[in-house]
């Protein structure tokens, strides 16, 4: 009797991760089974496009590559943001050298390479006299936001 128990939970708390995985919400097992199987489809089907598109040699995930990654994080003396892309970006700093300036940030360090790759590391305080408080989410809005326009500068120029 004990081992019967024992088998049914085992098998409670495997159909309880398998639901965690595939975010499913049901209740009964046989829901959660059925959700798994939706899972598994969708990412075979994720699988088949991604495939066809390193095939055509038109990879998503190339291009996101080439799209300047972005970490913006506070610490106690400012608030740290973090560009990088796989690709030079010229033009890009001046697009982001404006946010910081718009959003009232003083810039106290800052690493540049341009070379090859684009990279950015710069640290900012908020200006005495700027009355609203900048959040880490603000800035990263604002520096995706320049991105995009320094992108859309950059496809008119070609």
């Not at 970490?71 to 560009?83: D, H, M, S, Y």
Request: hydrophobic share 35%; aromatic share 6%; with cysteine.
């Amino acid at each position: 009797m004990v081992s019967r128990e024992h088998k049914k939970a085992a098998l409670h708390e495997k159909l309880q991760l398998l639901r965690s995985i595939t975010n499913s919400h049901a209740n009964n097992d046989s829901s959660i089974i059925r959700d798994a199987s939706k899972y598994i489809q969708e990412l075979k089907h994720k699988v088949q496009t991604l495939n066809q598109d390193i095939a055509n040699g038109q990879s998503t995930s190339s291009y996101q590559n080439s799209w300047p990654m972005v970490t913006v994080e506070a610490l106690e003396k400012g608030i740290q943001v973090n560009l990088y892309s796989e690709r030079s970006c010229p033009g890009l700093l001046v697009f982001v050298w404006k946010v910081f300036e718009e959003l009232g940030l003083n810039v106290l360090e800052a690493r540049v390479s341009c070379t090859g790759t684009f990279q950015l590391e710069a640290l900012g305080v908020e200006r005495e006299e700027n009355g609203e408080t900048i959040n880490v989410h603000m800035v990263k809005q604002a520096i995706l936001h320049a991105i995009e326009n320094w992108s859309q500068n950059n496809d008119h120029q070609d």
